[in-house]
């Protein structure tokens, strides 16, 4: 089976522009989950996205929002950049079941905000 | 707040000695995950631990989970080079949220 794909996998935006990430889980998976990695914060949940619905969110203002759709790909959306949301973003999927929280990341696209 | 807190968080080794990481949660975890990342590349997952005392070995690498299922650790025997990189926990809090730890960086001095 192919992996996560995310795209792009490089970024660079303005302060107060947006930007939309992409990501496509692997086959059968139905739930997409993304994270924001920084040096200083680590690993930070953002939310999670189960058959087209967010089944929980981590605690990011709502510039932040996703959403997923019926074949389970999922976009990432952060309105109005600071610089502060120069990161790399995860997407990792999941299969659901026993092993619902099992997650295959993606290769991550990296976000420079200037 | 839901918290998983991992320690230490960097660790510089030798080639050929052994390497621990802990992870401790305030809150009992539903269960534990470990996952890998190499430097410049993405997390990828190497073991689910789930029941209470629970040991599982993959090769040198062992992995623990707390009879109150609040700590896990990871055990590395005898390190190579390609054990190079960030080693992170992750638990399952309350509203089935999957919180990661802040990750063991671990270096290794051939």
């Known amino acids: 089976k192919a992996g996560v794909t995310q795209t792009p996998r490089y970024l660079i935006k303005t302060r107060g522009q947006q930007v939309t990430l992409s990501c496509s889980p692997i086959s059968g998976h139905r739930s997409v989950s993304w994270y924001q990695q920084t040096p200083g914060q680590g690993l930070q949940f953002l939310f999670e996205y189960f058959s087209e619905t967010q089944r929980n969110k981590g605690n990011f203002p709502g510039r932040f929002s996703g959403r997923q759709f019926s074949n389970s790909r999922s976009e990432m959306n952060v309105s109005t950049l600071e610089l502060g949301d120069s990161a790399l973003y995860l997407c990792a999927s999941s299969a659901g079941g026993r092993n619902l929280y099992e997650q295959y990341f993606g290769p991550g696209t990296r976000l420079t905000v200037t | 707040g839901q918290q998983v807190m991992q320690i230490p968080q960097y660790q510089h080794v030798q080639e050929g000695e052994d390497f621990t990481t802990y992870c401790n949660s305030s809150?009992?975890?539903?269960?534990i995950q470990w996952y890998k990342q190499r430097p410049g590349g993405h997390p990828v997952f190497l073991i689910q631990?789930?029941?209470?005392?629970e040991v599982k070995k993959q090769k040198r690498l062992t992995f623990q989970f707390g009879e109150a299922k609040k700590n896990s650790s990871l055990h590395i025997t005898a390190t190579q080079t390609t054990d190079v990189g960030t080693y992170f926990c992750?638990?399952?809090?309350?509203?089935?949220?999957?919180?990661f730890g802040q990750g063991t960086r671990l270096t290794i001095n051939p």
């Open positions: 809150t009992t975890l539903s269960n």
């Open positions: 631990l789930v029941k209470s005392g």
């Open positions: 992750a638990g399952i809090q309350g509203a089935q949220k999957l919180v």
